[in-house]
Every structure is written in structure tokens, then in C-alpha cells.
Nanobody, 128 residues
Framework: QLQLEESGGGSVQTGGSLRLSCAAP????????MAWFRQAPGREREFVAA????????NYADAVKGRFTISQDSSKNTVYLQMNNLEPGDTAVYYC?????????????????????WGPGTQVSVSS
């Protein structure tokens, strides 16, 4: 079982930035695609961004394109989500997720049931 640990959430004002981290202590992401999802109160969990670890290919939800960046640090087995120009609509619990496989195409890897492993989530709150 791949255990994921998110960190970096917090509260910021509109226009602020946060960087989320997702680590799997003692494990490597070499055989996984990694993603970030988020869930706001009363809403379904939604895709934010994904990265194919072995090739570095990325994919983003339209709502975050140009503001969020997903990246990976192989030396630390850590995935990051840099969030800039945050808006109140970005307020949610953010989850790190892992898909076991080596996909070369991420466009269709964007729904929660496709991912086998999940972290507990970290809260991001953006005030106006």
C-alpha cells in the first residue's frame, strides 16, 4: 500500500500563493502517475493536475491552467503543486493521488476512481 502524505495547506488572501507537497516516505513514484484533486464543501471531488512520473508529462484542469504548476523531485520522491494567484473558488481540501502505471497520455486520467492511492488531504482556504 502506497501511503501518501500531503503538506503545505493554509489560509491566504486572494492573489496569494501556496505550495503543496506530497511525499511517500520510503517509496518511489517511479511506477506511478501522480495527481492532485480537490473537494470543496458540498461538491464532488475534482481533478486539478497530474504528472506522469516517468516522462514528466503534465495535464491541468482548465480552471487552474496558468496559475497552478505540478512538478516532481525524483531525488525526494515528492510531488508539488505550486498555486499562484489564488482565488476564493480555490478553497477546498486538496488530495494527492497515485495511479499505478506508466501512462503516456494524461488527458483521460482525471477521475477519482482511476486512482488507487490517496492521501488524507490538506485544507486550502482563500479569503477575499
Amino acid at each position: 500500500q502506497l501511503q501518501l502524505e500531503e503538506s503545505g495547506g493554509g489560509s491566504v488572501q486572494t492573489g496569494g500563493s501556496l505550495r503543496l507537497s506530497c511525499a511517500a516516505p520510503g517509496r518511489t513514484y517511479a511506477n506511478y502517475a501522480m495527481a492532485w484533486f480537490r473537494q470543496a464543501p458540498g461538491r464532488e471531488r475534482e481533478f486539478v493536475a497530474a504528472v506522469a512520473w516517468h516522462v514528466g508529462t503534465t495535464n491541468y484542469a482548465d480552471a487552474v491552467k496558468g496559475r497552478f504548476t505540478i512538478s516532481q523531485d525524483s531525488s525526494k520522491n515528492t510531488v508539488y503543486l505550486q498555486m499562484n494567484n489564488l482565488e476564493p473558488g480555490d478553497t477546498a481540501v486538496y488530495y494527492c493521488a497515485a495511479y499505478r502505471g506508466l501512462p503516456t497520455e494524461l488527458r483521460n486520467l482525471n477521475t477519482p476512481p482511476q486512482y488507487q492511492h490517496w492521501g488524507p488531504g490538506t485544507q486550502v482556504s482563500v479569503s477575499s
